[in-house]
């Protein structure tokens, strides 16, 4: 099996502020994702941390729901979310750089994600898990770029 965790960076000219302004706005994560095109907060949540919200996701063989809680909420540093109960975080970290702030969005299969997918796919776990993996190392660059695009168009 590949490597259950990946991370790149992009420079984008705006503060780091802004852009933790813009990445922890989930309901704006349809903008920029390949696969989750539309994301709402819990009733009373807005990006702190503890607070859940659900993700649709959709790809031409299937379209589904998540459920993630912000593990990260520090403005202007870190924006980080669990998916499920534990199996896979994401997240944004935000470094002042010179030009504006380098953005680095993260991905990690967790260990309950694995066993989880073991039990839910048994045989067919392994080949689920790779096509996640699959997913997150073509759509990091391809979210990290439309995170750019926004932030910088204004």
Not at 60 to 80: C, H, I, L, N
Not at 92 to 103: E, Q, V
Request: net charge negative; with cysteine; proline share 4%.
């Amino acid at each position: 099996m590949s490597e259950l965790r990946h991370s790149e960076s992009i420079l984008v000219a705006a503060s780091p502020e802004a852009l933790y302004d813009l990445v922890s706005d989930v309901t704006r994560t349809g903008e920029w994702s390949p696969v989750c095109v539309a994301c709402w907060w819990d009733e009373g949540a807005g990006g702190r941390v503890g607070d859940w919200f659900t993700g649709r996701n959709v790809k031409p063989e299937r379209t589904w729901e998540t459920r993630s809680q912000v593990v990260a909420a520090d403005r202007g540093r870190e924006f980080a979310f669990l998916v499920g109960r534990g199996y896979v975080r994401w997240g944004f970290t935000l470094a002042p750089a010179d030009g504006g702030t380098r953005l680095t969005e993260s991905w990690e299969f967790l260990p309950d994600g694995l066993a989880y997918f073991a039990e839910r796919y048994g045989d067919a776990a392994d080949a689920q898990i790779a096509a996640r993996t699959r997913d997150a190392l073509e759509g990091i660059p391809a979210t990290l770029a439309a995170i750019k695009r926004i932030a910088e168009s204004g």
